[in-house]
DNA sequence: TGTGGTACTGTCACTACCGACAGTATTTAC
DNA sequence: GTAAATACTGTCGGTAGTGACAGTACCACA
C-alpha cells in the first residue's frame, strides 16, 4: 500500500470513527508518520483552571507523571502558546527559552526530541485541545520535514480530535432533539417565545412544548439555567 | 517556479505577514488554487448575535449583499455547521439539503458552484472564524480535488487566520461588579429573584436592580441572553 | 464640595414565562 | 402492527421578569 493510500485509509477511518475505536486510529496514526512519541490533549478551561478531559499519548509514563505531579503545562511555554496561540507551534522555536530548556533537558533523559510540533485544535465551549508529536529527525532535516508534513499532520489531528470529542464530555450528554437545541439557542440569543414562533414559523405554543422538553432533559426549572446548561455543554451553537 | 515551491513560498509570506498585507496575500492563495471564489470572515458572538467582525471575500457583491441583506447565515446550514463543527465542511455533503439547495440556486445564478467547502478555523474568546473556497470543478473531480488538496487549504487559512486576528477586534469588557456578577450567577443556577433576594438576604427589589444593570452591561435584553453571555465569557463561578 | 460609582429600596403596569390539563399527525423501531 | 419518539397546537391561571418612574446611603477621587 502505497504510503497516500494509507493516508487516506487513515483519513476515512478517523471520519468514520467514535468513542473508543479512536484508540487504535492513534496507533495508526504514530505509525503512519514514523515518529517517536505522540499525544493528544483535550482540557476544560470552566471555572478558570485547566482540567484534562481527555488523554491520548505514547510519551513514556514516567515523563508524563513527572510532567503531570509538578503542573509543568503551566511552565511549559509551548503547551502555553499552544493554547492561546492559533498556528502550530515549532517546538524548535523554543530552543532558546529558559523554561523550555529546561523541559526539553528533562524530555531528553527519557529519549523525547527537540524536533517536533503541538498543534492546537478547534474546541467550541470552555475547552482546548492540542495534539503534540515527537518527530524525532535531524535538527538539520527538521525544517523541511515540517513543511512537508505539517498539512497531513494537521488535518489527521483535526479529524481524531472530532471523533475523539465524545470522550471529553465535561458534563453528560442531555441529547435534545433538533428542535429543542434551535429553541434554546434562540432563547439564549435573547429571543421571547412569540419571535421565536414567527422565526420558525410555528405557534408560539409549540415554541413553549420544546422548550419544556429541553428543561425537562436538561434537568433544570427555569429558562436562564437551560442556557447556562447548554452554553456550558457546549449544545448551543451561538 | 513549481507548484510545491509557491506553495512554500506564500506559507513564508503568511507567517510573516500582518493586518493589511494579508488582502494580498489572500488575492495569492485565490491564484495558488485557482479556484472561482473563496472568503475569509471572523464573527463575533458576543451578545448573542452573529456579528461578522472582518471578512475577505472574491465572491460577487451582489450575492453578499443578498446574502448579508436577509441574514442568511442564520439559514445556511452550511455556515452553522462550520460554526458549530470542527472538521471541513463539505459542501456536497448538502446537496439534498433543502436550505442548501435554495441557497445552491441564488448563488448558482451569480457563477459559484456546488464543489465547495468551507473550513472552521480556530478562535479565542468568543469569535468565530470560518474559511470558503468555492472550486467549481466537476462534481466527479471534486472528492479527488478535496483529498488532494484539503490540507494545503486547512494549512494556508489557519496562517491566513493568525495574520488576520488584529483586524478583528473585539469585545467591549463588560465588567460586572461584584454584586451583579453573583445574582446572575444565582440565576443561572435556575433561582427566581425571589429566592436569590432570600439567598442575599436583600429586597427581591435590589436583586431586580443588579439584574437590570447586569444585562445593560451585557447590551443584552433577557436574563437568558445574559447568562448565556456571561457563561460563554467565562464570568461565572461555577 | 461635588461628581460618579456602588449598594440598596419602592410601586405600577405590562409582558413573558411556566405548569397542567388537553389534543393530532407523522415517523422510526421492534 | 403497535409502541415510542418526534413535531406540532390549544386554553387557563398563576408566577416571574421587565421597564419606567421614583428614591436614600455610602465611598472614592478630584
Redesign the pocket.
Known sequence: MSRRQAYFDLLGDLEQATGKETESLFGRIQEFFGVRHQSYMNISLAAGRQKALDMLHTFPEDLVQHYTDNDLHLVDPIAQAALTGITPVDWQAYINNKNAQKLFATASSFGVSTTGMTIPLLCRGNQAAHFAIDVGVAVSEWPQYRREHIGEIQILATYLHAARQEMAQDLPEA?L????AEVLKW?AAGK???EI?MI?G?????V?????NA?KKLGV????QAVAQAVLRGMIPL
Chains 1, 2 share one sequence.
Do not use: G
Open positions: 441529547d432533539t433538533a428542535r429543542e432563547t421571547s417565545y412569540w414562533s420558525l410555528i405557534s408560539e405554543r409549540t413553549r412544548f420544546f422548550m419544556t428543561r426549572v427555569t429558562n436562564s
